[in-house]
Structure formats: C-alpha cells, structure tokens
C-alpha cells in the first residue's frame, strides 16, 4: 500500500524559516517524481514544485510564488523528500501535501500525503 | 500565466448526470487530470490523461477534453461523490489548478 506521511508543520513568525519531510512507503520512491501541492485555508490548490528522480539529475522546477524562498530535495536511501521554506510570509499558510507523480506521462499526482499544516503569524 | 476556470457549484439530483466544466486557452492540447476532495480529506485522482480513469474509480466517473474545455462526467451521482472537484493541466513546465468546484448532490 503506497503511504506519503507529512510532518514539520506548526506555526512561525513571518521571515521564519521551516522544514517540511515526507516520508514513503510501499513503492519505489526513487523511481517516481515527487510534488509538493499546497492549499490555504478555505482555498484551492496551489502547485508548489517539484524533484525529479535520479535519472533525470534530481532536477527541480518552482512555483513562481515560492521561488527562490523555498528548496525542494529528496533523500532516497531514505524514502524521504523535503521542502525547505524559509522567508515565509503569511500568505503561505496552507496545508502542504506531498505528491507522488505518476510513472507513466509525470503529469499527474497518483497519490497523495495526509497533508501538514503551515501556520505563518506574528 | 495560464488560468483554469471552474464553475465555483454544480447541483445534480441523485442518479443523474453531473457535467463539471474546466476551461482553458487550448486545454484540448494537453493532457487534464481530475481530483476528488471531500471535505478534511486528501485530494484523490479520479481521471487522468483526459479519460483515464485509475484502478479503483468507479465506471460512472469519464472525461474528455477538445478545444478549450476539459470536462467530468459522473453518471448516475451518488451522494457519496459531494465533493470539491479540481482540473489540473500542466504549462511551461507548471502544474496549474483550477479553482475548484462543489458538486451538491440534493
């Protein structure tokens, strides 16, 4: 059974700084790409970015919203994928998921994380 | 940047046909997945590649996407498909949402 298990989340001071982790379970994790979709309180979903696998050389790609303030990487020795954010503002409390990419086009998200909830504020 | 337009609510009695529409400048041209979100739940896959419906989607769930608009169809709605439906559809090398929509099953 694929399982995607968030945690990192709470509350920070705007400016602060949070690490986000994801870990997998019941598939092989470094084959796949892995996402990060977030989505505020009340809102829609937001795509935040992305790591592709080893084969593709661990490439990155960012949201323009996050870009240059947040850092996606990847641990597959253990399963893991991160999401550094830092410079936070308020506008990014949300509910961050963790995202497997699909195998077949890496265009959809086949299965996703329970979710962590970031809360930004003074 | 690119945009994904939803209706914000569609309504459809029980065991009727529910169409949710997702428009796009040239969506037919890419590839649109749907998601299911019950409410404090995940989001959940539910078509893909346009009309790909995965393992365990129930039948009643299709899509198609042609020109500018991608849509979902659930036939026969059942009050367990009530939900917030999302259209997905990548450009220059970004996932794009659309704003959602909430099916009522009433």
């Known amino acids: 059974e694929v399982q995607l298990v968030e945690s990192g989340g709470g509350l920070v001071q705007p400016g602060g700084s949070l690490r986000l982790s994801c870990v997998a379970s019941?598939?092989?994790?470094?084959?796949?790409?892995m996402d990060w979709v977030r989505q505020a309180p009340g809102k829609g979903l937001e795509w935040v970015g992305r790591?592709?696998?080893?084969?593709?050389?661990?490439?990155?790609q960012y949201a323009a919203s996050v870009k240059g303030r947040f850092t996606i990487s990847r641990d597959d020795s253990k399963n893991s994928l991160y999401l550094q954010m830092n410079s936070l503002k308020t506008e990014d409390t949300a509910v961050y998921y963790c995202?497997?990419?699909?195998?077949?086009?890496?265009?959809?998200?086949?299965?996703w994380g329970q979710g962590t909830l970031v809360t930004v504020s003074s | 940047s690119y945009e994904l337009t939803q209706p914000p609510s569609v309504s459809v009695s029980p065991g009727q046909t529910a169409s949710i529409t997702c428009s796009g400048d040239?969506?037919?041209?890419?590839?649109a997945s749907w998601y299911q979100q019950k409410p404090g739940q995940s989001p959940v896959l539910v078509i893909y590649?346009?009309?790909e419906r995965p393992s365990g989607i129930p039948e009643r769930f299709s899509g198609s996407n042609s020109g500018n608009t991608a849509t979902l169809t659930i036939s026969g709605t059942q009050a367990m498909d009530e939900a917030d439906y999302y259209c997905?559809?990548?450009?220059?090398?970004?996932?794009?949402f659309g704003g959602g929509t909430k099916l009522t099953v009433l």
């Open positions: 995202a497997r990419v699909s195998l077949a086009g890496a265009r959809e998200f086949d299965y």
């Open positions: 019941g598939f092989t994790f470094r084959d796949h790409y």
């Open positions: 790591t592709r696998n080893k084969v593709n050389s661990y490439t990155t």
């Open positions: 040239e969506l037919g041209d890419k590839y």
């Open positions: 590649q346009d009309s």
């Open positions: 997905q559809a990548w450009d220059s090398s970004t996932a794009v």
